[in-house]
Nanobody, 125 residues
Framework: QVQLVESGGGLVQAGGSLGLSCAAS????????MGWFRQAPGKEREFVAA????????YYAHSLKGRFTISGDNTKNTVLLQMHSLEPEDTAVYYC??????????????????WGQGTQVTVSS
């Protein structure tokens, strides 16, 4: 079993920055890719960003590219999400996810086998 624990959420003013961290633990961890998703109240969970553990490919939601950056440290089994120029519309619970099989659809929730409990990000106007 794999456990994912997010941290770093909180309250930030519009235009500010915030960094999220996801620590993976459990059985010998081997993941093809890690992803970040978010879910705002009353909305479906949506893709934010993903990265292969090898770090050779990253993927972003088109609307977020340029403001959000995903990075990982596979020696520490940690993946980070740096968020800049935050907007009130970025307010959501942010989830970390791990895909343990190769996928050609890293933006698809169904590609991920393991999920964290989520961390709240609130952007005030």
């Amino acid at each position: 079993q794999v456990q994912l624990v997010e941290s770093g959420g909180g309250l930030v003013q519009a235009g500010g920055s915030l960094g999220l961290s996801c620590a993976a633990s459990g059985r010998t961890f081997s993941s093809y890719a890690m992803g970040w998703f978010r879910q705002a109240p009353g909305k479906e969970r949506e893709f934010v960003a993903a990265s292969r553990w090898s770090g050779d490919r990253t993927y972003y939601a088109h609307s977020l590219k340029g403001r959000f950056t995903i990075s990982g440290d596979n020696t520490k089994n940690t993946v980070l999400l740096q968020m800049h120029s935050l907007e009130p519309e970025d307010t959501a619970v942010y989830y970390c996810a791990a895909a343990d099989k190769p996928t050609t659809t890293p933006a698809d929730l169904n590609a991920y086998s393991y999920w964290g409990q989520g961390t709240q990000v609130t952007v005030s106007s």
